[in-house]
């Protein structure tokens, strides 16, 4: 770790995750213990939701009485959802709702102490059947839901909406009746055209397909250069000093910011633009895709903005819980500088790790056990069947058929609150991380 001019600490990477990895498999006992029966609610939550829709779906209450398994009340879900939101949107959407906020509540009750314990060493009280919900569950709730909220309301909104206003007023005027001169030798012959099927009749259709879509994406574009070159100012990059050029700096965060939204931006507009002729026909002029484009170009600029302020956000659930106030406090000390590409490396790398395990376990450590047991499956029943005179016991194959059963359970519930310890874990040391960086 180093440290500039102004306090500024570099995020170091693979200390935070190891410390996060290292959290939830050294604390899993407790972990398990705290989040034991809120993980078993959740579970209940969600079947209990899943049956809720298949009801609502068949018009009639739905239970385990009408399917053989839960697999296949998710099969039928699956197959007949678009039925239920056609017939009853608003009661699909209650439930949904209710569904959200109980699992919510639930994830908050164990999550919130898990983080203060990670963060501040304060372990979680005693007992085995713990489902609290206070002040510290709140504000995780808060914090965690606020920091997509306002970036969207706040930041987003009012930009789409100028971008908007701006675009309509163009369209606007280009759809104003003018005289055309199709015969340049007669003045008399005279056709009344728009004046967007003008310019495109001069070969000027440049104008609606980029430079109209660009000019009213241009205060997402400002706002997005602006944000880079404040952002990287020397005082939050480590060593950087107290000099740099703000030139080079502007210069140098326009053509990455650039890049990266003509690249998203391509790749968007071949997908509309294929949608739109599949959709269409070819017969579609330039100005009735200019407001497709424009979206397109909206999207892109408006996903590097929140993706910024939901990066620079991330850790206020943590800072909230572990400092007991709402107050963002030194949050955004973590992302300064170059800890904001550093910050979504440890997101990416922990998800990977996580998903991948989870894969690994499902696909390749619980067959190798389901091999043994069918092993030991047949071993006791040939046993059974000398000391029953050939005959095979009943009681074999429901008995090994309940052990793996509940191995597959135990293994997962084990990783789960692994996985629920090493989130805990990384908001725990980005609060920290928060203090050593004011």
């Not at 660009?214 to 205060?219: D, G, I, V, Y």
């Not at 949608?275 to 909206?298: D, K, R, W």
């Not at 993706?307 to 206020?316: A, D, G, I």
């Amino acid at each position: 770790m180093y440290e500039g001019l102004t306090g500024v600490m570099a995020l170091r990477m693979f200390s935070v995750i190891g410390e996060s990895l290292n959290f939830g498999a050294r604390r899993l006992e407790l972990i398990a213990r705290v989040a034991w029966l809120p993980v078993l609610l959740t579970l209940i939550v969600d079947m209990s939701t899943m049956f809720a829709y298949l009801s609502v779906i068949a018009g009639r209450v739905v239970t385990f009485a009408d399917v053989s398994s839960f697999v296949q009340a998710e099969q039928y879900f699956a197959r007949f959802s678009g039925r239920g939101w056609a017939s009853a949107p608003g009661q699909m959407a209650l439930i949904a709702s209710v569904n959200f906020v109980l699992k919510l509540v639930l994830l908050s009750s164990f999550i919130a102490p898990l983080i203060r314990y990670a963060g501040l060493g304060e372990r979680p009280g005693p007992g085995l059947v713990r489902l609290p919900f206070g002040p510290d569950q709140l504000r995780f709730i808060v914090a965690g839901f606020a920091s997509i909220v306002i970036v969207m309301i706040v930041v987003a909104a009012p930009i789409a909406g100028a971008s908007f206003f701006v675009m309509k007023a163009i369209v606007d005027a280009m759809s104003q009746t003018m005289a055309s001169f199709p015969d340049p030798s007669s003045l008399h012959t005279i056709e009344l055209v728009s004046a967007g099927q003008g310019v495109i009749e001069r070969g000027a259709a440049w104008i609606f397909d980029l430079a109209l879509p660009l000019a009213a994406a241009a205060p997402f574009a400002l706002i997005v250069w602006l944000i880079g070159v404040l952002h990287f100012h020397p005082e939050n990059r480590p060593n950087a000093g107290e000099g740099g050029s703000l030139i080079a700096r502007a210069l140098v965060v326009f053509f990455v910011a650039g890049a990266l939204a003509g690249t998203a931006f391509f790749m968007m507009r071949g997908v509309a633009v294929q949608s739109i002729t599949q959709s269409a026909g070819a017969s579609e002029t330039s100005l009735q895709g200019t407001p497709v484009q424009a979206v397109i170009i909206f999207s892109v600029l408006a996903a590097m903005l929140v993706t910024y302020f939901n990066l620079r956000l991330f850790p206020w659930p943590g800072v909230a819980v572990c400092r007991r106030s709402l107050g963002l406090g030194s949050t955004l000390a973590v992302t300064r500088g170059w800890n904001l590409l550093r910050l979504p490396v440890i997101l990416i790398l922990v998800g990977g790790f996580l998903l991948t395990a989870v894969v690994v376990i499902n696909a390749v450590i619980l067959p190798a056990v389901l091999s043994t047991l069918n092993v030991l499956f047949q071993a006791t029943e040939a046993s059974t069947r000398l000391v029953n005179s050939g005959a095979k016991s009943d009681w074999v194959r429901p008995l090994f058929v309940w052990i793996w059963n509940l191995t597959q359970i135990g293994v997962n519930f084990l990783w789960t609150f692994f996985s629920y310890g090493v989130v805990a874990g990384l908001y725990g040391r980005l609060y920290r991380e928060s203090l050593e960086t004011v």
